[in-house]
């Protein structure tokens, strides 16, 4: 039997014992007993009665080891201007002092901090120091709207809000005070305090309850870790579901732990003292794990870069910082490269570079589509490897374990499933289906440690949106299946949630906002391919009964109401004005019907990211109103 195999089998057949080697890697204060149970909702939950602090776990312990003066974050923003090393021990330090001021600012354990900043090492501070304390962060990205901003507030109920004073998008300074200003104004729940971290870029000015980061910090006397249980929440991050409310999905602190620090061995082979890249954000579950935790946990250094793929100066950002920084795995999505591939398309800029010291290439947020990787694996000499997982597992769900036993790649394949994972595909009626057949992904209970805990505050909705649809199996919301070599490829979401460069967003609550226009009688929001991102919103509308404005303009506010409701980072951009949606006899919109059509599988149009063309032909079809003649057609 494969190492890989053999790792698998003890993984499903003895999680206990299998997990309980795993934890070995993290330093608790105690070690746990209790591997495995299932609470009163019998969902799994983990290392319930250890005790540790993944503050003290990621940063003190290396200090105690003799890591202190080694880089634990390089930080390199091209679009400031700037660079930064911070070592272990500055670190540790740093994150004392910031703890010491949020505890002064009465924050303790089980505390909400809301943390809405840019990708600089004050981002990183700031949610070390809330877990030193115990505390629940909750970063949101800074791409979303003081709406989206304010929703989250509301839900997460925090005491402090920490933010930056601004966040810099390639060459555009954008302020922050006046969205999380707006944001607290819209929420019920208003924060105690807010932190703000000023940026030479822009100065914010300081209301009543303000404060200084700079200031607060300086006075504040450092703060030690806290000891939290293994089933402790450590952070609730909002993802977007299928309706107009995001879920604010919720780790714990143990399981993350030990997960992350056996992901960075077995998947990303990465060893102490090595470098790794992760090219996300902070807002992002890949951000929280591959940028802020595993790899400090792992006792790594950790690239934090604020820019861009492209532009920021150019194509070759990426190539430069894995060279500069001796980059030994990297990680980004998919569109990243896109990018990359359209503005440098023979990988010219690559020759300036030498990234010998890079050892594999991973890529997630979305599918790997196959040109896009063909064209990786022709420029590079490393491995390319698709591996899939979500905001809700927190760790990768299917890869190719390159620490464990590399295997061969497959174009539009996330390789197989990670030890813990039992991956299976049902049919509707939850039979297990065989080699190549379509089917939706679930995986088998118990999940894996480091896997989602909850839905803050609503229980109910993790049962319904997770639990209920096949029972004893968590639903992924993707669609795929396994081939005759147990390679998994996940062809893409069987719900409302579309994925736009590497970004989750959900159309439902794009509808909220396009449906409650004044002149909107009926709407829907569906992705439809694009070239570059991967997918794209496009709204179809039908206006009320007795509209006389001009179709343009309602198009244009439509798309700036989007923008000024849930953020730039919706790129809802397309609006169409059609006669009829397609509904069932009871009325219901057949949002799977106008999915299939912007797939093209209604018109034949060939549609798939590596076919520019597609947008523009779905787009003219459904211009040409056929939306509802091309479904009445078909009824005949
Ligand atoms: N703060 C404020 N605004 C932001 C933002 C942030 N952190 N991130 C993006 N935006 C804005 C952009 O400025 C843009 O605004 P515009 O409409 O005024 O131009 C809008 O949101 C859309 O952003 P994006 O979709 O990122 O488009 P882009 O053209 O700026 O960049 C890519 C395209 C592909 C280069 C970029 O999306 C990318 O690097 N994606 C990788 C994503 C990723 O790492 N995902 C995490 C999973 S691994
Ligand atoms: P997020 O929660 O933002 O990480 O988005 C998770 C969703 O992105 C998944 O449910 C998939 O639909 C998609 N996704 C992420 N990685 C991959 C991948 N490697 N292959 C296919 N889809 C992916």
Known sequence: MSTYANEFRRSIEQPESFWAEQARRIPWFKAPTQILHYDEANHARWFADGELNICHAALDHHVELGRGDQPAILWDSPVTDSKRTLTYREMRDQVASFAGALKGLGVEKGDRVVIYMPMVPEALVAMYACARLGAVHSVVFGGFAPHELAVRIEDATPKVVVAASCGVEVNKVLPYKGIIDSAIEQSSHK??????????????????????????????????CVAVKGTDPLYVLYTSGTTGKPKGVV?????????????????????????????????????????????????????????????????????????????????TAPTAFRAIKKEDPDGKLLEQYDISCMKALFLAGERLDPPTFHWLDDLLDVPVIDHWWQTESGWPIAANLHGLEPMPTKAGSATVPVPGFDVQILDREGERMGPMEQGSVVIKQPMPPGCLVGVWGDPQRFHSAYMSAYPGYYLTGDGGYVDEDGYLFIMGRTDDVINVAGHRLSTGEMEEVVGAHSAVAECAVIGI???????????????????????????QELIALVREKIGPIACFKQVLVVDRLPKTRSGKILRKLLRSIADGKEFGIPSTIDDPASLQDVHEAMKAREVGAAHEARQV
């Open 529 to 555: 391919h694009d070239a570059l991102k991967g997918q794209l919103p496009i709204g179809l509308v039908i206006p009320k009964d007795g509209f006389e404005g001009r179709e343009d303009d309602l198009e």
């Open 191 to 224: 924060p105690d305090a807010c932190v703000i971290f000023q940026r030479e870029q822009h100065t914010a000015e300081l209301g009543a309850r303000d404060h200084d980061w700079a200031a607060l910090t300086a006075q504040a006397e450092p703060a030690d």
């Open 251 to 331: 780790r714990d602190t143990g399981g993350y732990a030990v997960a992350l620090a056996y992901s960075m061995d077995v998947i990303y082979d990465v060893a102490p003292g090595e470098v790794f890249f992760s090219a996300s954000d902070v807002g992002w579950v890949v951000g929280h794990s591959y940028i802020v935790y595993a790899p400090l946990l792992r006792g790594a250094t950790s690239v934090v870069y604020e820019g861009k793929p492209v532009k920021t100066p150019d194509a070759g950002a990426f190539w430069r910082l894995i060279s500069e920084y001796q980059v030994k795995s990297f990680f």
